[in-house]
Structure formats: C-alpha cells, structure tokens
T-cell receptor, first 116, second 114 residues
Framework: EAQVTQNPRYLITVTGKKLTVTCSQNMNHEYMSWYRQDPGLGLRQIYYSMNVEVTDKGDVPEGYKVSRKEKRNFPLILESPSPNQTSLYFC???????????????FGEGSRLTVL | AQSVTQLGSHVSVSEGALVLLRCNYSSSVPPYLFWYVQYPNQGLQLLLKYTSAATLVKGINGFEAEFKKSETSFHLTKPSAHMSDAAEYFCAVSESGGSYIPTFGRGTSLIVHP
C-alpha cells in the first residue's frame, strides 16, 4: 500500500531533550516536506526536499533540522525542543516538484508533539 | 507571491443543508487551486483540484468547487451535508510557472448537526 509513515504518532518530552520524528514513503517520491499545524494558523511549511541531499527552508524553519540521505526517508530533528514547538507535525511527499501542481501531495497521519 | 484566505474558521450546518466553504486567493500568475480534507486524527487528502481546465471542478464525496477569476475565488460546495462530512477543510494555491510548492489557508472546520 502506498503511504507516508511517521513515527512516533504521539510524544511528550521535556525542554532541551533532542528528538527525531521519522518520515518514510514507499512511493519513490522525489519531493518531501514537513509541516506543522497549529490552531488558527493552518499548515506552515518547516523544511522541504526536492531530492536526495537537497533540502531547503520553508516558512518556519527555526529550531528544526532535516536531512535527506536516502530518497525514502526525511527525518525531522529538534535539537533542543522548546514549548513553542508543541504542535501537530505532518510529513508529505510528491512524485516530483512539478507534480505538486497536480495536487498529488500525500500526507502522513501526523505526529502530535508536546514539549513540557 | 501567492496567498489564500479562508473566510470563517468554523462553519456549522444541519444535516441535509447546503455546505459552502469560502476561499479567496491571491496570485500574480494563473493559479492552481486545491481543496484538501482532514478527518479527525488523519492526515490531509486531496478533495479536488483546479488546473486550468474546466472552471467547475467535481471532487470526491459529492463536493465541487468553481473557479471564478473575476472574484479570485474557489469556494467549495456540497448540496446536502452528511454527518460524515464533519472535518477540517483546507484551501491551497500554487502558481503555474513559478514555485510549485502550495500555500495553504488556515483551514475551516465544518460542523454538521443532526
């Protein structure tokens, strides 16, 4: 089954404790992206990747890191989480950048992160 | 630069009533427009899209949207609401010939009363 898989789905952590949210897709997609969803603010893009070893900042990259060493994986790293990073995070992928215009953006089920 | 405005963070309707979710966009070039739906505890999924073909676009679950260039709008409608339509709906825009990365609106929560 074609899917985008995120782990963990739920996580409660404390300020400053490094964590990684993994994202994996099995569709051989070139484009991958991370979003955070907050009430009243909708979806905001954190980082995106057009292909392996190519990453770029989105609208709200501060406090996050990403890497794209393999095509299928795009982990989101919070080196020193803070309470303002409490949010619902989504990973998404598309076959290529050009395919974004066809609306073929596939989302994972989300990872709810709470930072105390 | 592209942007999307969704009017109303919450819309409440009775089961069987018309659903109307509003979306206005701003784009310096012809846009591509999308509606996504997010059911509780799930990721977003594509509902329908406008990519410069027919201006009236039909999507899944009986939803449709009409692209009106003169009004810069792409409102989502459904003639008769079902309880199962209760969800968060996001409008998104990307620009043909520019960055393909879509910009999302803030979302509208659809509440359906029995």
């Amino acid at each position: 089954e074609a899917q985008v898989t995120q782990n963990p789905r739920y996580l409660i952590t404390v300020t400053g404790k490094k964590l990684t949210v993994t994202c994996s897709q099995n569709m051989n997609h070139e484009y991958m992206s991370w979003y955070r969803q907050d009430p009243g603010l909708g979806l905001r893009q954190i980082y995106y990747s057009m292909n392996v070893e190519v990453t770029d900042k989105g609208d709200v990259p501060e406090g996050y890191k990403v890497s794209r060493k393999e095509k299928r994986n795009f982990p989101l790293i919070l080196e020193s989480p803070s309470p303002n990073q409490t949010s619902l995070y989504f990973c998404a992928s598309s076959l290529s950048e050009a395919d974004l215009n066809t609306g073929e953006l596939f989302f994972g089920e989300g990872s709810r992160l709470t930072v105390l | 630069a592209q942007s999307v405005t969704q009017l109303g963070s919450h819309v409440s309707v009775s089961e069987g009533a018309l659903v109307l979710l509003r979306c206005n966009y701003s784009s310096s070039v012809p846009p591509y427009l999308f509606w996504y739906v997010q059911y509780p505890n799930q990721g977003l999924q594509l509902l329908l899209k406008y990519t410069s073909a027919a201006t009236l676009v039909k999507g899944i679950n009986g939803f449709e949207a009409e692209f009106k260039k003169s009004e810069t709008s792409f409102h989502l409608t459904k003639p008769s609401a079902h309880m199962s339509d209760a969800a968060e709906y996001f409008c998104a825009v990307s620009e043909s010939g520019g960055s393909y990365i879509p910009t999302f609106g803030r979302g509208t929560s659809l509440i359906v009363h029995p």
